[in-house]
């Protein structure tokens, strides 16, 4: 997909003000510093579009970001985060999962996970939400260029095992490789919603 424009258009801490429109939506979620940003930066071929940042647990609202005027991206609020109280852990929970749970226009989950390490707890709650509501998602392993191949081979099949899913691609955001498989789910997607 070509991308001709992207740009920020609100942030919802609230489920009331999120955005009342009928363009179909790709969610990003994932661990709190995990390169969520840096996904969606890199993946638009854009700068700090999605602030990136080395502080964790900085992003609290649901961002929408407009792609060629017809689709969404939304960042979530990152998760795990241990510096976050216990009461703000809760209503991020509830957050996301009323958005999971009732977001009609929502077409794709990328659950994004560190290739440096087994997923997480969180990353397996999130993933049984995301089945739980019976929603399409791809797993995205980033950080990838991190790791030597042989690490890398290995780290596929954890996550692969961990996770119960066959759907991962390897990605980095400094080398944009799994750029294009990203590109091809999100827009398989996009169409059969249309
Ligand atoms: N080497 C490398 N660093 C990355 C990659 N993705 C993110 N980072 C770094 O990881 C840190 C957190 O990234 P960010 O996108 O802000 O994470 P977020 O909190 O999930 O949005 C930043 O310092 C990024 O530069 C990647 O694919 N490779
Ligand atoms: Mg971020």
Redesign the pocket.
Known sequence: MKVTSAKFVAAAATQASMLNDSKPEIAFL?R????????MNSLLQVTGLAR???T?GR?QSLNFFLINESFYFVDLP?YGYAKVSKDKRQEWGKLIEKYLAERQQLVLSIL?VDARHEPSPLDLQMKSWLQHFELPYLVVS?????LSLNERRKSLQLAKKVLGTESIVQ????TREGAKDIWNVIGSSITAKS
Do not use: E
């Not at 709190?32 to 996904?39: A, E, I, R, T």
């Not at 980033?142 to 991190?146: E, F, G, L, P, Q």
């Not at 990605?171 to 400094?174: E, G, H, L, N």
């Open positions: 994932g709190s510093n995990v390169g969520k940003s840096s996904l990136t940042s080395s964790p992003t990152g994004i980033t950080k990838a260029d991190k990605y980095s955001s400094v």
